[in-house]
């Protein structure tokens, strides 16, 4: 069983507009969930994170929202540029050791 | 700081043939993760590591997968004999003591192709 679904897929948007991207967890165990950026021939790298005590988390253009009650989490990015075209995850841990991973999302921001 | 090491960047072996993969993790950190990363399922966690002691390898898919961390500085992931179907990006990732994020930070990963 996935332990967390990510959507869309694919994404693309236009330079300047709002990317958004959302999960869905099933465990109400975890307390701690990143999201994580990958370049092509890279590993993925932390972008943000958030514990489930609070709603938001935002930094620089990045935010995520956090709903506990719908166990649903998602990233915007504000202001979208060419250089922020990346696969994006989201992921899900208890006590920082396991962590599960969405199946990605890959953002194509046009110039 | 080199960050997370891993060699070898790409191997290609024929299905049958042992197949070890390694890694060096960043001084200091007491963490090592071993992730697989395909399209089809995603990015797993295979095992992880904690001060050098194997905590859950649930994720390792055969037994024909196994992974060792003789130290700190050091982990392997060997699979013996490869199949077509392991064919993947193999990520290692590294965790610091009580960071303030937990973050894991992965290595470039090896692309292993077998035929």
Redesign the interface.
């Known amino acids: 069983q996935q332990q967390v679904k990510q959507s869309p897929q694919s994404l693309i948007v236009q330079k300047g507009g709002i990317s958004i991207i959302n999960c869905a967890y099933e465990n109400t165990a975890f307390d701690?969930f990143?999201w994580y950026q990958q370049f092509p021939?890279?590993?993925?790298?932390?972008l943000i994170?958030i514990r489930p005590d609070v709603s938001e988390k935002k930094e620089g253009r990045f935010t995520i929202s956090f709903n506990k009650s719908a166990k649903q989490f998602s990233l915007h990015i504000m202001d979208s540029q060419p250089g922020d075209s990346a696969t994006y995850?989201c992921a899900a841990s208890y006590n920082?050791?396991?962590?599960?991973?969405?199946?990605?999302t890959k953002l194509n921001v046009k110039p | 700081d080199a960050g997370v090491i891993q060699s070898p960047r790409h191997e290609v072996t024929e299905m049958g043939q042992e197949v070890t993969l390694r890694c060096k993790p960043i001084s200091g950190h007491n963490s090592l993760f071993w992730y697989r990363q395909t399209m089809m399922r995603g990015l797993e966690l295979l095992i992880y590591f904690n001060n050098n002691v194997p905590i859950d390898d649930s994720g390792m898919p055969e037994d024909r997968f196994s992974a060792k961390m003789p130290n700190a500085s050091f982990s392997t992931l060997k699979i013996q004999p490869s199949e077509p179907r392991d064919s993947a990006v193999y990520f290692c990732a590294s965790r610091g003591r009580n960071g303030a994020y937990n973050e894991q930070f992965f290595g470039p990963g090896t692309r292993l192709t077998v035929l």
Do not use: R, V
């Not at chain 1, 920082?96 to 990605?104: L, V």
């Open positions: 701690y990143p021939g890279k590993g993925p790298a932390l994170a995850f920082f050791n396991k962590f599960y991973f969405g199946s990605g």
